[in-house]
């Protein structure tokens, strides 16, 4: 098992940055990747972004591309997701999931944390 925990969501203005991290504990070994996942009132979970666990592999939605960093600290077992010219249209749950294979499948999901951008 791999436990997700994340923080680092709030209230922010547009045109603001925000930094969310994601702690992982247990079988990390056993991570293949990460990502951060967003859930809009009413919408779908999209992927944001994701990063491989033990490469430099990163993937960005084009709604985030430009405006987002995905990056790892494994000695943490932290992966963060620095986002920057934050706009209303980001305010969603953000939540962190790992995959334990390279499939597109993820495995294991944090409890999510609320980013709210106020116009």
């Known amino acids: 098992q791999v436990l997700l925990v994340e923080s680092g969501g709030g209230l922010v203005q547009a045109g603001g940055s925000l930094r969310l991290s994601c702690a992982a504990s247990?079988?990390?070994?056993?991570?293949?990747?990460m990502g951060w996942f967003r859930q809009a009132p009413g919408k779908e979970r999209d992927l944001v972004a994701a990063i491989n666990w033990s490469s430099i592999y990163t993937y960005y939605a084009n709604s985030v591309k430009g405006r987002a960093t995905i990056s790892r600290d494994n000695a943490k077992d932290t992966v963060y997701l620095q986002m920057n010219s934050l706009s209303p249209e980001d305010t969603a749950v953000y939540y962190c999931?790992?995959?334990?294979?390279?499939?597109?499948?993820?495995?294991?999901w944090g409890q999510g944390t609320q980013v709210t951008v106020s116009s």
């Open positions: 247990g079988r990390t070994f056993s991570i293949y990747r």
């Open positions: 999931a790992a995959a334990s294979s390279p499939t597109l499948s993820y495995d294991y």
